[in-house]
């Protein structure tokens, strides 16, 4: 079954403008990281899944990976794959380019009864 999403218009003055810059930003009640690299624009948790550092203390690398200023951990910013190897995941967000701008996509959740 395809994943559904709910999607948010991002605020444009709240996204990053430098290649590598983190932003913080809340969306539909969330915190949410988001970076420029390669001049695509990703989104990832606002917290590590290891130990809850604050990635938006963190760096981006060459490589294309989020690393958490705790620890270290390096995560992909495409899919959110714990690259350096210690099996943990970091949630990430699709991001659509329309013609108003950024959406950000949420999974739906929720059971129906």
């Known amino acids: 079954m395809?994943?559904?999403?709910?999607w948010y218009k991002l605020e444009e003055g709240r996204l990053p403008f430098a290649e590598k810059q983190i932003s913080v930003?809340?969306?539909?009640?969330?915190?949410?990281?988001?970076?420029?690299h390669?001049?695509?624009?990703?989104?990832?948790?606002?917290?590590?899944?290891?130990?809850?550092?604050?990635?938006?203390?963190?760096?981006i690398d060459a490589a294309g990976n989020v690393v958490c200023p705790l620890h270290r951990y390096k995560f992909s910013l495409k899919n959110g794959?714990?690259?350096?190897?210690e099996?943990?995941?970091?949630?990430t967000y699709p991001i659509e380019?329309?013609?108003?701008?950024p959406w950000l996509g949420m999974e739906k959740s929720g059971w129906f009864w």
Not at 38 to 59: E, R, W
Not at 87 to 91: Q, W
């Open 2 to 6: 395809a994943k559904e999403y709910s």
């Open 25 to 36: 930003m809340e969306v539909n009640g969330k915190k949410i990281c988001c970076t420029l």
């Open 38 to 59: 390669q001049g695509q624009l990703f989104a990832f948790a606002y917290k590590c899944p290891h130990a809850g550092g604050i990635m938006a203390d963190g760096v």
């Open 81 to 85: 794959y714990n690259s350096s190897g």
């Open 87 to 91: 099996g943990y995941y970091l949630k």
């Open 97 to 101: 380019q329309r013609e108003d701008g």
